[in-house]
């Protein structure tokens, strides 16, 4: 089987991981898309491959280690390796702790903690086997600021930044293995619809007009870490809007 150079984008159904999956396309790596929605994902792989890009999609639930696991075998199967993995999946149903919003909180966890270390455990394995491979987790500004109905979103986000660091720190220096945290600011995606909190809402909507980010300005970040030459980590790369104070 001849081996592609190939890229796993968890939460690829829409906003930062649908923009990576063009993006890695663009640059010749052959996609797998996961997701829960299959039918974003299929417009997805059609769009790819008119591109001319080379995409394969499994649909995904990271809260599952064994569903992350399928995912990495069926890229495995489909590319013969795994070269980088963006975990990006994640939900931000921000809410003041008083509200109570304890379902959410534990959807968070599972989600943007837990799906990020399932989706490590998924694929590291093979890295080290094959002495090479780039894990790039998706974190915030939230993981390095904590704002008013942001508390157990930042937990999970500074989570993730801690996660990654010390995967950094883990990894054998002869392996050329890379880790990176890329911590977006305000960006223009679906995030913001998974909120119930009305008064965060309202807190959303009195804010001054700000020019968000799009996905694919996070996308072309993405790009960067990646493409760098084998001796340079990127480790982390904080962006924001201009306009964005913190």
């Not at 890295?127 to 491979?133: D, L, T």
């Not at 157990?152 to 989570?159: D, E, I, L, P, R």
């Amino acid at each position: 089987m001849e081996k592609v150079k190939s890229a796993i984008i968890t939460g690829a159904s829409s906003g930062i991981g649908q923009a990576t999956a063009k993006e890695l396309a663009k640059e010749g790596y052959g996609v797998m898309l996961a997701a829960r929605r299959e039918d974003r994902l299929i417009e997805l792989k059609e769009e790819i491959e008119k591109a001319g890009g080379r995409a394969e999609y499994k649909v995904t639930d990271v809260t599952s280690a064994a569903e992350m696991k399928a995912l990495a075998e069926a890229a495995l199967e489909h590319f013969g390796q795994i070269n980088v993995l963006v975990n990006n999946a994640g939900l931000m149903p921000l809410s003041y702790l008083n509200k109570l919003k304890i379902d959410e909180w534990d959807r968070m966890v599972d989600v943007n903690i837990k799906g990020v270390l399932y989706g490590i455990a998924a694929v590291l394995p093979h890295m080290e086997q094959q002495k090479e491979g780039h894990i790039i987790n998706v974190a915030s500004v939230a993981g390095h600021v904590v704002s008013p109905g942001s508390a157990v979103y930042s937990g999970t986000k500074f989570a993730v930044r801690a996660i990654t660091e010390g995967l950094r720190k883990e990894i054998d220096p002869e392996l050329n293995i890379r880790a990176t945290i890329v911590s977006p600011g305000a960006v223009e995606t679906e995030l913001r619809n998974t909120i119930t909190d009305e008064d965060v809402l309202s807190n959303f909507r009195s804010r001054s007009a700000m020019e968000p980010l799009q996905a694919a300005d996070i996308a072309r970040a993405i790009i960067y870490a990646v493409e760098q030459p084998a001796h340079v980590d990127v480790n982390e790369i904080l962006i924001r809007p201009r306009q964005q104070p913190n």
